[in-house]
């Protein structure tokens, strides 16, 4: 079974406009992180924002917000305000284990089209 | 802030030669480096966990004669593909960890593009 699942290939969304992005995770450790890494079309990937399993608040960091449902085993990506810069794949990821020393397991991205 | 670095950034090669590709920590100690392999329009996909000074633990299906990999100090680790193919021509990644205020923190290279003619 998939660990973590992205069910929307691409997305679009129009300029200064919010959108999400799906993500669900499966584990039955009670203690995991996960994360969210943007990767352009140069490759390199950029870490967006982290949520730990035991963080009661869902993580922030400037336009891009983190929507934990943990009952769900979701942790859905927005971005509000899009830019066109924000075009790109977009992975989730989680790591399982107490003391985060586990491997990183990524889903299988979504990318993002902004429209002017 | 951490930055991990990787060299070459893109290679082609001819099928049957080896490749080298490393990756360095340029500010902190990693005493363990991830290696990832990326197709084109897919996810990344774990090959290997390498730490410092021990033999690199390899995914099912990964074959360690073939990706070999040397994590010889704490801020420099090295995949050699060997008899390279065409099949082997994808984008890898590496990443380090760095252990900060008693968490761990993972860090990626920019990637390299390895293409074999």
């Known amino acids: 079974a998939q660990k973590i699942t992205q069910t929307q290939p691409g997305m679009f969304v129009q300029e200064k406009e919010a959108v999400t992005l799906d993500c669900t995770y499966d584990t039955s450790d009670p203690s995991y992180g996960l994360f969210w890494y943007k990767q352009p079309s140069s490759g390199e990937m950029i870490f967006l924002i982290y949520q730990g399993s035991y963080d009661q608040q869902n993580a922030t960091e400037g336009r891009y917000s983190l929507n934990f449902q943990k009952a769900r085993k979701s942790a859905n990506l927005v971005i509000s305000a899009s830019q066109l810069g924000d075009s790109a794949m977009y992975f989730c990821a989680m790591r399982e284990g107490r003391g985060s020393q586990g491997n990183l397991i990524f889903g299988k991205g979504t990318k993002l089209s902004v429209k002017p | 802030g951490a930055v991990v670095s990787q060299h070459p950034s893109w290679v082609i090669c001819k099928s049957g030669t080896s490749v080298k590709i490393e990756c360095r920590s340029l500010d902190f100690q990693a005493t363990t480096m991830f290696w990832y392999r990326q197709f084109p329009k897919q996810s990344l996909m774990l090959m290997a966990t390498s730490n410092e000074g021990s033999k690199a633990t390899y995914e099912q299906g990964v074959e360690k004669d073939k990706f070999l990999i040397n994590h010889a100090s704490l801020t420099l680790s090295t995949l050699t593909v060997t008899s390279a193919h065409p099949e082997d021509s994808s984008f890898y990644i590496c990443?380090?960890?760095?252990?900060?205020?008693?968490?761990?923190?993972?860090?990626f290279g920019p990637g390299t593009r390895l293409t074999v003619t």
């Open positions: 990443s380090a960890r760095r252990v900060w205020g008693g968490s761990y923190e993972q860090y």
